[in-house]
Every structure is written in C-alpha cells, then in structure tokens.
C-alpha cells in the first residue's frame, strides 16, 4: 500500500470546517451566517469517520495484539480529552455567574464532570451559571462524536473476528452498512429522533466504508477514476438533483475521501510540524461559547471576533499537541520512525 497521503490535511481541513460551521450557528451573528453556506459540520464528521475506519483497521491488522491496539487507541483519545474537560470545569468557574462556593458546591459540576469522562456528554452537558444565555448552554457540544469513536474502536476488533470466521469480508460489512443505514431512516425519519439516529450505529456505514476501502485499497486505486466519477455523480444526484441516493451516499462519499488522500501529493507533509487537529476539535465549542457568552460578537467586529476565535483555538490545539498528545504517541518516542497520520 502507497504509505505517502495528505490524511493530516483532510482531517484538518474537517476540523476547520466544523469550527467554521459552530462559529456561524453558536455566534448567533447574522453578519457570520454566511460561513453556513460553504460549511457543514454533519458532513465534516462524516468524513471523520470514513478516515477513522480506515486508519484505524489499518492500525489494527498491524498490531501484534489487542491489549496493544486498544493500548494505542486509549493514548490517542484519553489524555487530551481528560485534560479538556477536567480544565474546563476549572477554568470556568471563574466565568461562571455563580460564586466559587456554589459552584464547587453544585452537584452539577461532579455530574458534568462524571459523565464526561466517561464519555456520556449528554447526560450533564452543563455546568452551573454559564452559557445560560447562550442558543446551548453545553460547554462542550462537539465531544459526542468521541464517544462513538470510541465505540467503533470497541466494535472493530469483532468485525474482524467476524469476517476471520465467516471468510467474507464483503458480507460482513454489507450487513453492517445496510443495517446501519436502517437504523439511521427509521430513527431519523420514522421515529423522528435524531439525537438517537447520529449514535454509533447510524454513522457505522461510514466507519465500514472506511475498513472496506482499507481491505480493498490496491483494487479501489486501479479504478480509481471510475469510481470517482460514479461517486461524485451519486453526491451530486443527492444534493442538486434531491436523486434517492441515499442508500449509496456513505460509500461514494467515502470512496471520494479516500481517493482524494492518496491524489494530492502537494499535501502530503501538510503535518510535518504536528497533528493539530484533534486539539482543533475539541477546544472549539467551548471557546465560541465564552465569546458569545459575554456578547463579544455584538459588540465588536464579528468577523474580527471569529478571526480571534480561530486563533485562540489554534492556540491551544498546538499547546494541546505538544504539550499533551504529543507525548502519548509511541512513534514521537523513537525519532527515527517515518511519519504515518494519527486518528482522531
């Protein structure tokens, strides 16, 4: 398999979408709705996740064992997602309209940090007296991915053990594709609940095209024009022509990802100074929140105001690289190791 990709550049150029997307929705600024239309945070997470599928089962077939694998998955998430939200029910308080006293005092506060860390977002996604004026007053709305990250490292290692005894990678993951895609209309539109329709398995078609793609990667090369153009003929029939390609839509989508980061070689080292990413991603929210909290977008020059918070979210990813993530990664410890993009 080709080792040279530009998968740094598109999960950041992910990342970077999902902030832009939050920051015209969070802002509640009418001047920065704009940054909707070129933006859309739903479909940066799905690309996500079609990179994750196919990083990880590639992460996964080259480790020696499962403690190894599941070893190398907790560094990857764990220490800087402790760190973001342990920091921010610390560093709040001081934001926060309730005193240190009641604050600290506020059972809210040890739910919210409880559940977090465990991953359960929503079941405390607040703490007391912030963001109360706010379209959310969730601290920290884009870590629910992350919980369903972590369930697909957990559901992988008996997808393979599945497609080991059946002999059938292909039926395996078809299976798990429609059944997937099943669950996401009926929750979606059957049932109309959507919170439960984004949970691990309505987003697990992309997660399997992304292991398909992996499994199949020399022959989704030699075709790769092909398949490209059907693909981007499926996502132009489902977004300009309302075609019903929806059942065909995460595997074009993913195909065209994929592609895509093995034919853009002027982006292959666009991480060679760090994988600011997963820091992009998870200290976004919060800092929107803060600004929006205390009127900044109204008050000053919006588009001023989003440039800063941009900044100061970059800020603290590249602290969080170097600082935090940097340090758990196995290959940062041997420096003669070659370059191979992480997962977020």
Request: with cysteine; charged share 15%; aromatic share 22%.
């Amino acid at each position: 398999m080709n080792t040279k990709n530009c998968f740094d550049f598109l999960r950041f150029f992910f990342a970077a979408n999902i902030l832009l997307a939050h920051i015209s929705e969070l802002s509640q600024n009418s001047d920065l709705a704009f940054l909707s239309h070129f933006s859309n945070a739903i479909i940066a997470i799905k690309g996500f996740f079609v990179i994750s599928g196919f990083l990880v089962a590639k992460s996964f077939v080259n480790t020696p064992s499962l403690k190894e694998y599941f070893i190398r998955r907790a560094k990857r998430i764990l220490p800087a997602y402790v760190v973001v939200v342990v920091f921010s029910v610390l560093i709040f308080s001081f934001f926060s309209s309730a005193d240190f006293s009641d604050y600290f005092s506020d059972s809210n506060t040890y739910k919210y940090l409880g559940w977090n860390l465990v991953f359960l977002n929503f079941m405390q996604p607040c703490l007391p007296g912030l963001f109360e004026g706010n379209l959310l007053c969730a601290v920290n709305g884009a870590l629910w991915t992350l919980k369903v990250e972590e369930g697909f490292y957990i559901v992988l290692p008996l997808i393979f053990y599945t497609i080991r005894k059946t002999r059938s990678a292909f039926l395996v993951l078809a299976a798990l594709y429609i059944l997937s895609l099943f669950y996401w209309f009926m929750m979606d539109s059957y049932f109309n609940k959507p919170l439960l329709a984004k949970q691990l398995p309505g987003y697990l078609s992309y997660f399997v095209t992304g292991i398909f793609l992996f499994l199949n990667f020399d022959l989704l090369m030699k075709f790769k024009k092909t398949i490209l153009t059907f693909s981007a003929f499926i996502l132009i029939g489902y977004y300009l022509l309302s075609l019903p390609t929806d059942w065909f839509y995460p595997a074009a989508f993913g195909c065209i990802v994929i592609i895509m980061a093995y034919n853009l070689p002027f982006l292959n080292n666009f991480g060679k100074y760090g994988d600011f990413t997963y820091g992009l991603y998870i200290y976004h929210f919060p800092i929107i929140q803060l600004f929006r909290q205390y009127n900044l977008f109204e008050k000053y020059n919006p588009y001023l105001m989003a440039v800063a918070v941009i900044l100061i979210t970059l800020f603290f990813a590249v602290l969080s690289w170097f600082l935090i993530e940097r340090r758990f990664l196995d290959r940062f410890k041997k420096n003669k190791q070659k370059h191979i993009p992480t997962v977020c």
